[in-house]
Protein backbone atom coordinates (compact mmCIF):
# COMPACT_ATOMS: atom_id res chain seq x y z
CA UNK A 1 0.00 0.00 0.00
CA UNK A 2 1.53 3.21 -1.10
CA UNK A 3 1.10 6.07 2.17
CA UNK A 4 1.35 9.58 1.77
CA UNK A 5 4.81 11.12 2.00
CA UNK A 6 5.11 14.70 2.08
CA UNK A 7 8.86 15.91 1.36
CA UNK A 8 9.32 18.61 3.65
CA UNK A 9 12.90 19.70 1.23
CA UNK A 10 11.33 20.23 -1.94
CA UNK A 11 8.90 23.85 -0.64
CA UNK A 12 9.21 26.18 1.82
CA UNK A 13 5.68 27.04 1.69
CA UNK A 14 5.66 30.83 3.25
CA UNK A 15 6.15 34.10 2.60
CA UNK A 16 7.40 37.53 3.86
CA UNK A 17 4.90 38.26 7.05
CA UNK A 18 5.90 40.80 9.64
CA UNK A 19 4.92 38.26 12.09
CA UNK A 20 7.34 35.69 13.15
CA UNK A 21 5.22 33.25 15.00
CA UNK A 22 3.05 32.92 11.23
CA UNK A 23 6.06 32.76 8.78
CA UNK A 24 8.26 29.72 10.25
CA UNK A 25 10.66 28.82 7.51
CA UNK A 26 12.12 25.56 6.59
CA UNK A 27 15.58 24.97 5.72
CA UNK A 28 16.65 24.35 1.97
CA UNK A 29 13.08 25.05 0.96
CA UNK A 30 11.97 26.34 -2.25
CA UNK A 31 10.80 29.68 -2.61
CA UNK A 32 6.96 29.77 -3.12
CA UNK A 33 7.54 32.56 -5.51
CA UNK A 34 8.60 29.73 -7.86
CA UNK A 35 6.05 27.01 -6.44
CA UNK A 36 2.26 26.75 -7.56
CA UNK A 37 2.40 26.65 -11.24
CA UNK A 38 1.92 22.70 -11.90
CA UNK A 39 -0.43 20.00 -11.06
CA UNK A 40 2.69 17.79 -9.24
CA UNK A 41 3.27 21.47 -7.34
CA UNK A 42 -0.66 21.59 -5.56
CA UNK A 43 -0.20 17.88 -4.86
CA UNK A 44 3.25 18.34 -3.38
CA UNK A 45 1.83 21.39 -1.16
CA UNK A 46 -1.30 19.40 0.05
CA UNK A 47 0.97 17.13 0.88
CA UNK A 48 3.26 19.47 3.30
CA UNK A 49 -0.05 19.86 5.29
CA UNK A 50 -0.30 16.08 6.25
CA UNK A 51 3.26 15.62 6.90
CA UNK A 52 2.46 17.87 10.09
CA UNK A 53 0.23 15.63 11.39
CA UNK A 54 2.88 13.29 12.66
CA UNK A 55 5.63 16.00 13.18
CA UNK A 56 7.34 16.41 16.76
CA UNK A 57 5.14 19.16 17.49
CA UNK A 58 1.89 17.35 16.69
CA UNK A 59 2.36 14.19 18.43
CA UNK A 60 5.40 14.55 20.24
CA UNK A 61 6.37 16.66 23.28
CA UNK A 62 4.58 19.39 23.00
CA UNK A 63 1.20 17.93 21.69
CA UNK A 64 1.73 15.79 25.26
CA UNK A 65 2.69 18.49 27.82
CA UNK A 66 0.00 20.38 26.51
CA UNK A 67 -2.88 17.79 26.09
CA UNK A 68 -1.31 14.87 27.94
CA UNK A 69 0.34 15.04 31.56
CA UNK A 70 -1.99 18.11 32.26
CA UNK A 71 -4.82 15.61 32.31
CA UNK A 72 -5.21 12.70 35.18
CA UNK A 73 -4.78 9.98 33.33
CA UNK A 74 -1.02 10.57 32.58
CA UNK A 75 2.00 11.45 33.98
CA UNK A 76 5.43 12.12 33.10
CA UNK A 77 7.12 8.94 32.83
CA UNK A 78 10.72 8.33 32.56
CA UNK A 79 12.82 8.06 35.31
CA UNK A 80 12.56 11.20 37.74
CA UNK A 81 15.44 12.92 36.91
CA UNK A 82 15.04 13.03 32.95
CA UNK A 83 13.10 16.28 31.85
CA UNK A 84 12.00 16.93 34.72
CA UNK A 85 11.17 20.02 33.44
CA UNK A 86 7.74 18.80 31.85
CA UNK A 87 6.22 18.45 35.59
CA UNK A 88 5.23 22.01 35.04
CA UNK A 89 2.58 20.86 32.81
CA UNK A 90 1.52 18.14 35.28
CA UNK A 91 1.13 20.73 38.07
CA UNK A 92 0.21 23.64 36.34
CA UNK A 93 3.36 26.03 36.93
CA UNK A 94 4.26 26.43 33.22
CA UNK A 95 5.02 30.10 32.40
CA UNK A 96 4.72 32.39 29.05
CA UNK A 97 8.20 31.41 28.42
CA UNK A 98 7.98 27.42 28.62
CA UNK A 99 8.90 25.40 25.74
CA UNK A 100 6.16 23.68 25.28
CA UNK A 101 4.08 26.46 25.55
CA UNK A 102 6.06 28.31 22.77
CA UNK A 103 6.53 25.24 20.54
CA UNK A 104 2.97 23.74 20.77
CA UNK A 105 1.87 27.17 19.21
CA UNK A 106 4.37 27.61 16.57
CA UNK A 107 3.95 23.61 15.50
CA UNK A 108 0.26 24.83 15.03
CA UNK A 109 0.98 28.06 12.94
CA UNK A 110 3.11 26.05 10.53
CA UNK A 111 0.35 23.82 9.84
CA UNK A 112 -1.93 26.79 9.37
CA UNK A 113 0.40 28.28 7.21
CA UNK A 114 1.02 25.23 5.40
CA UNK A 115 -2.81 24.47 4.79
CA UNK A 116 -3.15 28.66 3.64
CA UNK A 117 -0.56 28.39 0.91
CA UNK A 118 -2.73 25.56 -0.64
CA UNK A 119 -6.27 27.07 -0.10
CA UNK A 120 -5.03 30.65 -1.85
CA UNK A 121 -2.50 29.60 -4.54
CA UNK A 122 -3.70 26.23 -5.45
CA UNK A 123 -6.94 27.93 -7.09
CA UNK A 124 -4.61 29.52 -9.47
CA UNK A 125 -2.96 26.72 -10.99
CA UNK A 126 -4.55 25.63 -14.40
CA UNK A 127 -4.98 22.06 -13.76
CA UNK A 128 -8.16 18.98 -13.19
CA UNK A 129 -10.72 21.16 -11.73
CA UNK A 130 -11.82 18.26 -9.71
CA UNK A 131 -8.98 17.37 -8.06
CA UNK A 132 -8.19 20.98 -7.35
CA UNK A 133 -10.96 21.38 -5.45
CA UNK A 134 -10.42 18.41 -3.19
CA UNK A 135 -7.32 19.64 -2.48
CA UNK A 136 -8.44 22.51 -1.47
CA UNK A 137 -11.05 20.94 0.83
CA UNK A 138 -8.34 18.72 2.24
CA UNK A 139 -6.52 21.80 3.35
CA UNK A 140 -9.87 23.45 4.80
CA UNK A 141 -10.51 20.34 6.90
CA UNK A 142 -6.78 19.55 7.99
CA UNK A 143 -6.96 23.90 8.83
CA UNK A 144 -10.02 23.02 11.06
CA UNK A 145 -8.34 20.56 12.84
CA UNK A 146 -5.20 22.87 13.74
CA UNK A 147 -7.57 25.87 14.57
CA UNK A 148 -9.41 23.10 17.01
CA UNK A 149 -6.08 22.36 18.52
CA UNK A 150 -5.40 26.08 18.66
CA UNK A 151 -8.87 27.25 20.42
CA UNK A 152 -9.16 24.32 22.87
CA UNK A 153 -5.18 24.92 24.41
CA UNK A 154 -5.29 28.67 23.77
CA UNK A 155 -8.50 30.23 23.32
CA UNK A 156 -9.33 32.87 20.67
CA UNK A 157 -6.84 33.54 18.41
CA UNK A 158 -6.17 35.18 14.90
CA UNK A 159 -7.88 34.14 12.11
CA UNK A 160 -6.01 34.15 8.74
CA UNK A 161 -8.99 32.37 6.01
CA UNK A 162 -6.06 32.48 3.13
CA UNK A 163 -2.51 34.15 2.76
CA UNK A 164 -3.43 38.26 3.93
CA UNK A 165 -2.76 40.40 0.30
CA UNK A 166 -0.43 42.54 1.85
CA UNK A 167 1.09 40.44 3.97
CA UNK A 168 0.22 41.40 6.71
CA UNK A 169 0.01 38.85 9.57
CA UNK A 170 -0.30 40.85 12.61
CA UNK A 171 -3.65 40.53 13.65
CA UNK A 172 -5.71 41.24 17.07
CA UNK A 173 -6.85 37.72 18.44
CA UNK A 174 -10.70 36.34 17.30
CA UNK A 175 -12.89 35.46 20.06
CA UNK A 176 -13.44 31.73 20.92
CA UNK A 177 -16.64 31.80 19.48
CA UNK A 178 -15.21 33.49 16.12
CA UNK A 179 -12.98 30.87 16.10
CA UNK A 180 -15.19 27.74 16.42
CA UNK A 181 -17.43 28.81 13.37
CA UNK A 182 -14.31 29.85 11.54
CA UNK A 183 -13.67 25.76 12.01
CA UNK A 184 -17.46 25.33 11.03
CA UNK A 185 -17.66 26.86 8.00
CA UNK A 186 -14.25 25.14 7.03
CA UNK A 187 -15.60 21.65 8.38
CA UNK A 188 -19.00 21.79 6.46
CA UNK A 189 -17.36 23.25 3.01
CA UNK A 190 -14.81 20.51 3.17
CA UNK A 191 -17.64 18.03 3.57
CA UNK A 192 -19.55 19.12 0.71
CA UNK A 193 -16.71 18.09 -1.72
CA UNK A 194 -14.21 15.69 -0.18
CA UNK A 195 -15.12 12.25 -1.31
CA UNK A 196 -15.71 9.21 1.43
CA UNK A 197 -13.23 7.00 0.40
CA UNK A 198 -10.54 6.72 -2.13
CA UNK A 199 -8.21 4.53 -4.24
CA UNK A 200 -5.35 2.17 -2.42
CA UNK A 201 -2.86 4.48 -3.48
CA UNK A 202 -4.36 7.55 -1.41
CA UNK A 203 -5.32 6.32 1.59
CA UNK A 204 -4.86 8.10 4.79
CA UNK A 205 -6.15 11.16 2.71
CA UNK A 206 -9.22 13.16 4.61
CA UNK A 207 -12.67 12.03 4.15
CA UNK A 208 -16.44 13.48 4.07
CA UNK A 209 -16.82 10.95 7.14
CA UNK A 210 -13.36 12.56 8.99
CA UNK A 211 -15.00 16.01 8.46
CA UNK A 212 -18.26 15.41 9.58
CA UNK A 213 -16.78 13.72 12.50
CA UNK A 214 -14.76 16.13 13.54
CA UNK A 215 -17.45 18.50 12.81
CA UNK A 216 -19.54 16.58 14.82
CA UNK A 217 -16.56 17.05 18.36
CA UNK A 218 -16.60 20.54 17.33
CA UNK A 219 -19.85 21.25 18.03
CA UNK A 220 -19.94 19.30 21.35
CA UNK A 221 -17.68 21.46 22.24
CA UNK A 222 -19.49 24.20 21.15
CA UNK A 223 -22.62 22.56 23.51
CA UNK A 224 -24.70 22.88 20.52
CA UNK A 225 -26.20 19.45 20.96
CA UNK A 226 -28.87 19.19 18.22
CA UNK A 227 -26.29 19.93 15.53
CA UNK A 228 -23.69 17.05 17.84
CA UNK A 229 -25.99 14.35 17.50
CA UNK A 230 -27.56 15.25 14.06
CA UNK A 231 -24.14 15.30 12.42
CA UNK A 232 -22.48 12.29 14.56
CA UNK A 233 -25.58 10.32 13.35
CA UNK A 234 -25.07 11.59 9.68
CA UNK A 235 -21.48 9.46 10.15
CA UNK A 236 -22.76 6.42 11.88
CA UNK A 237 -25.23 6.03 8.88
CA UNK A 238 -21.86 5.91 6.58
CA UNK A 239 -20.81 2.46 7.39
CA UNK A 240 -17.97 2.80 10.13
CA UNK A 241 -18.07 0.33 12.41
CA UNK A 242 -16.04 -0.69 15.76
CA UNK A 243 -13.47 -2.97 15.60
CA UNK A 244 -14.48 -6.09 17.75
CA UNK A 245 -10.55 -6.54 18.61
CA UNK A 246 -9.60 -3.84 20.88
CA UNK A 247 -5.97 -5.03 20.48
CA UNK A 248 -6.41 -5.61 16.93
CA UNK A 249 -7.54 -1.49 16.59
CA UNK A 250 -4.27 -0.27 17.83
CA UNK A 251 -1.72 -2.49 15.94
CA UNK A 252 -0.50 -1.93 12.39
CA UNK A 253 -3.39 -4.58 11.06
CA UNK A 254 -5.59 -2.52 12.47
CA UNK A 255 -4.91 0.79 10.60
CA UNK A 256 -7.52 2.44 8.59
CA UNK A 257 -9.79 -0.38 9.74
CA UNK A 258 -13.64 0.16 9.83
CA UNK A 259 -13.31 2.26 13.07
CA UNK A 260 -10.99 4.78 11.48
CA UNK A 261 -12.71 8.18 11.13
CA UNK A 262 -9.44 10.19 10.55
CA UNK A 263 -5.95 8.72 10.98
CA UNK A 264 -2.64 9.76 10.16
CA UNK A 265 -0.01 7.53 8.36
CA UNK A 266 3.06 7.20 10.03
CA UNK A 267 4.60 4.66 7.89
CA UNK A 268 8.37 4.84 7.66
CA UNK A 269 10.46 5.49 3.87
CA UNK A 270 13.72 6.35 2.84
CA UNK A 271 14.08 10.36 2.87
CA UNK A 272 10.76 10.93 5.09
CA UNK A 273 11.41 9.34 8.49
CA UNK A 274 9.11 8.00 10.21
CA UNK A 275 6.69 9.23 13.37
CA UNK A 276 8.65 9.38 16.79
CA UNK A 277 4.61 9.12 18.61
CA UNK A 278 5.55 5.77 19.66
CA UNK A 279 9.17 6.18 20.37
CA UNK A 280 8.35 8.63 23.32
CA UNK A 281 5.83 6.76 24.93
CA UNK A 282 7.52 3.23 24.93
CA UNK A 283 8.79 1.25 27.47
CA UNK A 284 11.73 2.56 28.97
CA UNK A 285 14.62 1.97 27.17
CA UNK A 286 13.58 -1.31 25.61
CA UNK A 287 11.28 0.03 23.14
CA UNK A 288 11.28 4.02 23.68
CA UNK A 289 12.12 6.65 25.93
CA UNK A 290 9.54 5.61 28.37
CA UNK A 291 7.75 9.14 28.66
CA UNK A 292 4.12 10.03 29.12
CA UNK A 293 2.92 7.05 30.92
CA UNK A 294 -0.64 6.15 32.65
CA UNK A 295 -1.43 6.87 36.48
CA UNK A 296 -2.48 5.24 39.12
CA UNK A 297 -5.95 7.38 39.06
CA UNK A 298 -6.07 6.19 35.23
CA UNK A 299 -5.87 1.78 36.30
CA UNK A 300 -8.39 2.85 38.75
CA UNK A 301 -11.09 4.43 36.59
CA UNK A 302 -11.41 0.64 34.76
CA UNK A 303 -14.48 -0.96 36.16
CA UNK A 304 -14.26 -4.92 36.93
CA UNK A 305 -14.35 -6.64 33.72
CA UNK A 306 -13.28 -4.02 31.53
CA UNK A 307 -10.69 -5.57 28.88
CA UNK A 308 -9.40 -1.99 28.00
CA UNK A 309 -7.80 -2.00 31.12
CA UNK A 310 -5.12 -4.75 30.27
CA UNK A 311 -5.17 -3.19 26.87
CA UNK A 312 -4.84 -0.38 27.10
CA UNK A 313 -1.69 -0.80 30.19
CA UNK A 314 1.31 -1.96 29.50
CA UNK A 315 3.38 -3.30 32.32
CA UNK A 316 6.96 -4.93 33.77
CA UNK A 317 6.83 -8.68 33.47
CA UNK A 318 3.94 -9.14 31.10
CA UNK A 319 4.09 -10.79 27.99
CA UNK A 320 1.84 -9.47 25.01
CA UNK A 321 -0.56 -11.18 23.00
CA UNK A 322 2.28 -10.86 20.43
CA UNK A 323 4.75 -12.95 22.50
CA UNK A 324 7.54 -10.03 23.52
CA UNK A 325 8.55 -9.73 27.25
CA UNK A 326 8.17 -6.48 28.57
CA UNK A 327 11.41 -5.32 30.37
CA UNK A 328 12.57 -2.01 30.75
CA UNK A 329 15.96 -1.20 30.79
CA UNK A 330 15.95 1.59 33.69
CA UNK A 331 15.23 0.79 36.96
CA UNK A 332 14.58 3.76 38.06
CA UNK A 333 11.59 4.53 35.59
CA UNK A 334 8.14 3.48 36.46
CA UNK A 335 6.41 -0.38 35.69
CA UNK A 336 3.40 0.96 33.51
CA UNK A 337 3.25 2.04 29.90
CA UNK A 338 1.26 3.13 27.10
CA UNK A 339 -0.32 -0.04 24.91
CA UNK A 340 -1.89 1.59 22.50
CA UNK A 341 1.28 3.06 20.53
CA UNK A 342 2.74 -0.52 21.39
CA UNK A 343 4.48 -2.16 18.17
CA UNK A 344 5.42 -5.69 18.44
CA UNK A 345 9.75 -6.24 17.56
CA UNK A 346 8.69 -8.93 15.27
CA UNK A 347 6.64 -5.80 12.97
CA UNK A 348 8.69 -3.00 13.44
CA UNK A 349 10.86 -1.14 11.42
CA UNK A 350 14.26 -0.05 13.07
CA UNK A 351 15.17 2.05 9.96
CA UNK A 352 13.36 4.91 11.59
CA UNK A 353 13.14 4.31 14.99
CA UNK A 354 10.49 2.32 17.20
CA UNK A 355 7.24 2.51 16.35
CA UNK A 356 7.76 4.62 13.38
CA UNK A 357 5.25 2.42 11.72
CA UNK A 358 2.69 3.19 14.43
CA UNK A 359 -0.44 5.26 12.86
CA UNK A 360 -1.89 7.46 14.84
CA UNK A 361 -5.97 7.28 15.35
CA UNK A 362 -7.25 11.06 15.94
CA UNK A 363 -11.13 10.03 15.53
CA UNK A 364 -12.48 6.60 15.79
CA UNK A 365 -15.91 5.86 15.33
CA UNK A 366 -16.28 5.02 19.12
CA UNK A 367 -15.81 8.89 19.47
CA UNK A 368 -18.58 9.22 17.08
CA UNK A 369 -20.39 7.17 19.44
CA UNK A 370 -19.88 8.88 22.97
CA UNK A 371 -20.21 12.33 21.02
CA UNK A 372 -23.72 10.65 19.75
CA UNK A 373 -24.48 9.54 23.17
CA UNK A 374 -23.50 12.56 25.42
CA UNK A 375 -25.48 15.17 22.53
CA UNK A 376 -28.32 12.49 22.90
CA UNK A 377 -28.45 12.99 26.30
CA UNK A 378 -28.38 16.57 26.99
CA UNK A 379 -31.48 16.77 24.49
CA UNK A 380 -33.50 14.56 26.60
CA UNK A 381 -33.15 11.50 24.19
CA UNK A 382 -31.88 9.18 27.09
CA UNK A 383 -32.99 5.79 24.78
CA UNK A 384 -30.50 6.91 22.02
CA UNK A 385 -27.88 7.85 24.38
CA UNK A 386 -28.03 4.46 25.49
CA UNK A 387 -28.16 3.01 22.54
CA UNK A 388 -24.97 4.13 21.44
CA UNK A 389 -22.73 4.20 25.28
CA UNK A 390 -23.94 0.62 25.48
CA UNK A 391 -22.42 -0.52 21.68
CA UNK A 392 -18.76 0.84 23.15
CA UNK A 393 -19.19 -0.86 26.71
CA UNK A 394 -19.73 -4.12 25.22
CA UNK A 395 -17.08 -3.84 22.67
CA UNK A 396 -15.05 -3.76 25.88
CA UNK A 397 -17.15 -7.08 27.44
CA UNK A 398 -19.28 -4.93 29.72
CA UNK A 399 -22.92 -5.05 30.51
CA UNK A 400 -25.27 -2.42 29.53
CA UNK A 401 -24.95 0.51 31.39
CA UNK A 402 -27.29 0.78 34.42
CA UNK A 403 -27.70 4.78 34.40
CA UNK A 404 -31.09 5.89 33.21
CA UNK A 405 -31.49 9.36 34.30
CA UNK A 406 -30.04 12.22 32.49
CA UNK A 407 -27.91 13.40 34.96
CA UNK A 408 -26.65 9.67 35.96
CA UNK A 409 -25.97 9.10 32.39
CA UNK A 410 -24.58 12.31 31.80
CA UNK A 411 -21.80 10.70 34.23
CA UNK A 412 -21.60 7.63 33.16
CA UNK A 413 -20.86 8.88 29.49
CA UNK A 414 -17.97 11.05 30.51
CA UNK A 415 -16.33 7.73 32.42
CA UNK A 416 -17.20 6.07 29.43
CA UNK A 417 -14.92 8.28 27.74
CA UNK A 418 -12.34 8.58 29.89
CA UNK A 419 -11.49 4.95 29.77
CA UNK A 420 -12.18 4.23 25.53
CA UNK A 421 -10.11 7.18 24.61
CA UNK A 422 -7.63 7.00 27.49
CA UNK A 423 -4.25 8.29 26.38
CA UNK A 424 -5.16 9.61 23.51
CA UNK A 425 -4.82 13.16 24.33
CA UNK A 426 -8.87 13.50 24.88
CA UNK A 427 -8.80 14.13 28.64
CA UNK A 428 -7.59 17.10 29.26
CA UNK A 429 -10.01 19.11 27.30
CA UNK A 430 -12.88 16.82 27.98
CA UNK A 431 -12.49 18.03 31.75
CA UNK A 432 -11.86 21.58 30.74
CA UNK A 433 -14.97 21.29 28.63
CA UNK A 434 -17.67 19.81 30.63
CA UNK A 435 -16.67 21.56 33.91
CA UNK A 436 -15.14 18.93 35.72
CA UNK A 437 -11.49 19.91 35.41
CA UNK A 438 -10.75 21.72 39.30
CA UNK A 439 -12.68 18.43 40.97
CA UNK A 440 -10.17 16.06 39.14
CA UNK A 441 -7.47 18.65 38.06
CA UNK A 442 -7.39 20.91 41.12
CA UNK A 443 -5.37 18.98 43.61
CA UNK A 444 -2.70 19.07 40.98
CA UNK A 445 -2.39 22.69 40.99
CA UNK A 446 -4.89 23.60 38.50
CA UNK A 447 -6.88 27.13 39.07
CA UNK A 448 -10.39 27.64 37.64
CA UNK A 449 -10.59 30.89 35.92
CA UNK A 450 -7.25 30.54 34.67
CA UNK A 451 -6.19 27.13 33.49
CA UNK A 452 -8.64 26.19 31.54
CA UNK A 453 -6.35 27.75 28.55
CA UNK A 454 -2.62 27.93 28.29
CA UNK A 455 -0.56 31.49 27.93
CA UNK A 456 0.25 33.19 24.56
CA UNK A 457 3.55 32.20 23.97
CA UNK A 458 5.73 35.57 25.20
CA UNK A 459 7.48 36.25 21.98
CA UNK A 460 4.12 36.05 20.26
CA UNK A 461 2.64 38.54 22.35
CA UNK A 462 5.87 40.99 21.82
CA UNK A 463 6.08 40.17 18.00
CA UNK A 464 1.97 41.36 18.39
CA UNK A 465 2.94 44.67 18.82
CA UNK A 466 0.99 45.36 21.63
CA UNK A 467 -2.66 43.68 19.60
CA UNK A 468 -2.44 40.32 21.51
CA UNK A 469 -4.07 40.34 24.96
CA UNK A 470 -2.70 37.51 27.18
CA UNK A 471 -5.21 35.04 28.90
CA UNK A 472 -6.27 35.80 32.62
CA UNK A 473 -4.00 34.69 34.85
CA UNK A 474 -1.04 34.34 33.10
Known amino acids: MKKIFLTLSILSLSISCNNDFVDIKDEGQTNVANFFTTQDDAMQATSAIYSFLRSWENTGFPAQYVFGVTGDDVEKGSNPGDASFINAYDNFTFTVSDDGV ?23 INMDATLKNRLVAEAKMLRAYFYFNLVRIYGGVPIYDGLPADG ?25 VLPQTYPAADRGRVTKGGALGLLSKVYLYMKDYQKAYDTSNQVIGMGYSLDP ?5 FRPAGEFGSESVFEVNCDCAPGFGGSQYAEVQGVRNQFGWGFFTPTQALENAFEPGDIRKE ?4 REGETTLEGDLIKKGDPQAGNMWNQKVYVPTSLNNNACGYGSIQNIRI ?56 VELAMEMDRFPDLVRTGQAATYLGPKGFKTGKNEVF ?13 FVQNPGY
Open 455 to 467: PIPLDAMNQSNGL
Open 102 to 124: RGYWIGQWQAVNRANQVITNVPK
Open 311 to 314: LSIL
Open 245 to 249: DFNHL
Open 363 to 418: LRFADILLINAEAANELGNTAAAITSINKVRNRAQLGNTTASSQGALRTAIWQERR
Open 168 to 192: NYLKARNSTAEVYNFIVSDLLAASE
